[in-house]
């Protein structure tokens, strides 16, 4: 008996209820999961329902904001980091502005991990929740001590309410700067990055490819380090070929910046399974500089318009990064370098 078959029937033993077979190829387990196992390689449809009569991992590994229900390929490493996720918990702390995002609480979350093996996770507030962080904070607690988090603050904010932040878990500050005026944030923001710098802190920017560009000067003299998000959103086809990626790639070679991989769908032509245009990029930077990537989902993926399958997203490490190593570097050295994790 192969270990995935062994595999497979532990975990039908470890959750002995659900639905149907059916249900679960309806829910979309049989499209990613089918020919994927090698448990099932070997056995018919009919011969898998004769032996366990319930197909119960589909029902099991459902996660809200998520497409697909199978485990990735890939097996994380432990102390694995999602670098880019959010929580929205309306019932509990209700938002200072309307917004349309439903739930995505921490309880939801834990399932997105059990499903992908991670176990720390860097928590970024949401713009529903403009300033307010307590959504955050209380996620960062729940979660203690294998999260972190990227505050939403007014330039303005006082030593004191920093340090109380960096009290709670928190480890830099986000600007989602996409729709708006990055030059005139950018400039507004010279003060508090330096303070954040002198913290240990670093500055997260949701940041457009056109924005890196009008952006270039302000960026490489910027007096903070920057983590950038989703790859830079880097148009495609273009990928390595756009001017934002060279600017990009001089950041991280003046050693102040890093680049999250995530949000691989944001950007994608091909989209999935294969997503092969972000996979170039995404090789691309962690060829550049494999001290400098961390990997995230974005979930519970606001303004994605579908909401991807995590476990293939997950995969795709496999390919950005073939050799293990730097696959651990990626998921597991780098986020403990970036957002002060304990290393081991
Ligand atoms: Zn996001």
């Given at each position: 008996m192969s270990d995935a078959l062994v595999e497979g029937l532990l975990g039908w033993v470890a959750h002995p209820y659900g639905d149907s077979l059916k249900n679960a190829l309806d829910t979309g387990w049989g499209a990613r999961g089918i020919g994927r196992r090698a448990f099932l390689k070997g056995a018919g449809l009919a011969g898998m329902a004769a032996v366990i009569p319930a197909r119960v991992t589909g029902a099991q590994e459902t996660v809200p904001n998520a497409s697909g229900t199978e485990r990735p390929t890939l097996k994380a490493p432990p102390l694995a980091c999602d670098c880019h996720q959010h929580i929205f918990d309306p019932v509990r702390f209700p938002f200072p502005r309307p917004g349309t995002e439903?739930?995505?609480?921490?309880?939801?979350?834990?399932?997105?991990?059990r499903r992908l093996g991670?176990?720390?996770?860097?928590?970024?507030?949401?713009?529903e929740y403009v300033n307010d962080n307590r959504v955050t904070l209380d996620a960062i607690a729940q979660f203690a001590p294998n999260a972190r988090g990227l505050a939403s603050?007014?330039?303005?904010?006082?030593?004191?309410?920093?340090?109380s932040l960096k009290k709670g878990g928190?480890?830099?500050?986000?600007?989602?700067?996409?729709?708006?005026?990055?030059?005139?944030?950018?400039n507004k923001i010279q003060t508090l990055a330096s303070r954040v710098n002198e913290m240990g802190w670093h500055i997260d920017f949701g940041i457009s490819a056109d924005q890196i560009i009008a952006t270039e000067d302000l960026l490489m003299k910027f007096p903070a380090v920057i983590a950038i998000d989703h790859m830079a959103r880097i148009p495609e086809p273009a990928g390595v070929n756009h001017p934002a990626?060279?600017?990009?790639?001089?950041?991280?070679?003046?050693g102040r910046t890093w680049v999250k991989l995530s949000l691989a769908g944001g950007d994608s032509?091909?989209?999935?399974?294969?997503?092969?245009?972000?996979?170039?990029?995404?090789?691309?930077?962690?060829?550049a500089a494999p001290e400098r990537v961390v990997w995230g989902t974005n979930w519970p993926h606001p303004n994605e318009a579908t909401k991807p399958d995590d476990a293939m997203i997950f995969d795709l490490l496999s390919e950005y990064a073939p050799d293990e190593a730097t696959r651990h570097r990626i998921l597991v050295e780098n986020p403990a370098v970036l957002y002060g994790f304990a290393k081991s």
């Open positions: 439903s739930d995505a609480t921490v309880a939801d979350y834990r399932l997105l991990q991670t176990t720390r996770n860097v928590i970024a507030t949401p713009k603050v007014d330039p303005s904010i006082t030593d004191a309410e920093l340090e928190m480890n830099g500050v986000r600007f989602l700067l996409l729709g708006g005026d990055a030059a005139g944030t950018i990626y060279a600017i990009v790639r001089r950041l991280i070679d003046k032509k091909v989209g999935p399974p294969a997503y092969t245009d972000v996979v170039k990029l995404a090789q691309a930077y962690v060829q």
